[in-house]
């Protein structure tokens, strides 16, 4: 199983906080670049937060400040904190692993951002 599963996903009040975790089942996860994305009913996919195999990280506008991306490659797992969640936020976010000559994508976990 190589594809990336994701979990943690769920119903939070505007203001509240969830933490999503991405499992990939990848020989070198240590290696890849993983990301988060996400997608709101109507919207096109929209990227959100990255981090690459050196640590480094990279967040959209709109979840800088609030979200935090890291993992921890003993576990081959990435996470997304989500802080003073927004409405807005509301979405299927997907987890995305990539590397030289592949790019696997998650089935996605809903988050819902009640106001």
């Known amino acids: 199983q190589v594809r990336p599963v994701e979990s943690g996903g769920g119903l939070v009040q505007a203001g509240g906080s969830l933490r999503l975790s991405c499992a990939a089942s990848i020989r070198t996860f240590s290696s890849s670049d993983m990301k988060w994305y996400r997608q709101a009913p109507g919207k096109e996919r929209e990227f959100v937060a990255a981090?690459?195999?050196?640590?480094?990280?990279y967040y959209a506008d709109s979840v800088k400040g609030r979200f935090t991306i890291f993992r921890d490659n003993a576990k081959n797992t990435v996470y997304l904190q989500m802080n003073s969640l927004k409405p807005e936020d509301t979405a299927i976010y997907y987890c995305?692993?990539?590397?030289?000559?592949?790019?696997?994508w998650g089935q996605g976990t809903q988050v819902t951002v009640s106001s």
């Open positions: 981090i690459w195999n050196g640590g480094s990280t």
């Open positions: 995305n692993a990539a590397g030289s000559g592949y790019a696997y």
